[in-house]
């Protein structure tokens, strides 16, 4: 009888460790699928918002794109349709610095000179007042089948005070089927009315 009670004992012992065993292989289990389960939702979180996010480029731009300093806007539509359709090509532009010291009171713009080398060449020289921390890009345009009209664009820094700047545009002339130079007979400035002289580019030019 008493190796009886012993054997049940040693059974029960037995059944209590298999339970306990296989209640630890549960458990461990289920901590894992959610360890694995939070694991996947967090890289799948993560790859969405890797697709979301906005790719951030840190190349440099191609050298026909940059802008710096003061020079011609390189290609822009109105210097193209200047040279291939009128015969007057932008080939390039001087700057003269600030001239005195600044101020409040904006100096007049005005075209100071124009000159003709030669037949091919003409170069007329303006002044303005603009920001003291610009550059400028330089454009030219034919107005109205008789105007040309020399643009500048200030870019670049911003200051408090304005400068008087002198600015040369260095056009080559090139006989067009299509366009009489003689056709042109005034040159302005930005547009604008008061700096409109008049020019003549297929005679002797006068200076101003």
Known sequence: MHFYHICIYFIKAMLIRKYLLISFVLVTLFICNINCTNSNNEEKTTTETDK????????????????????????????????????????????????????????????ADIKKLNDSTLIIATNFSANCAYDFLAEIEVVSNNTLNLIYHGYGGY????????????????????????????????????????IQVGKNLVSH
């Open 159 to 198: 200051a408090v005070c304005d400068c008087c700047f002198g600015l040369t545009y260095i056009i080559s002339l090139t006989k067009e089927e299509d366009y009489d130079l003689n056709n042109l007979k005034f040159v302005t400035i930005n547009g604008y009315a008061k700096t409109r002289i008049p």
């Open 52 to 111: 979301k996010a906005p790719q951030l480029t840190t190349s440099e731009p191609e050298n026909g794109h940059v802008l710096k300093g003061t020079s011609i806007l390189s290609a822009s539509e109105k210097n193209m349709e200047s040279r291939l359709v009128y015969g007057l090509g932008l080939d390039s532009v001087v700057f003269t610095d600030c001239q005195g010291p600044p101020t409040e009171t904006p100096a007049p713009t005005r075209i």
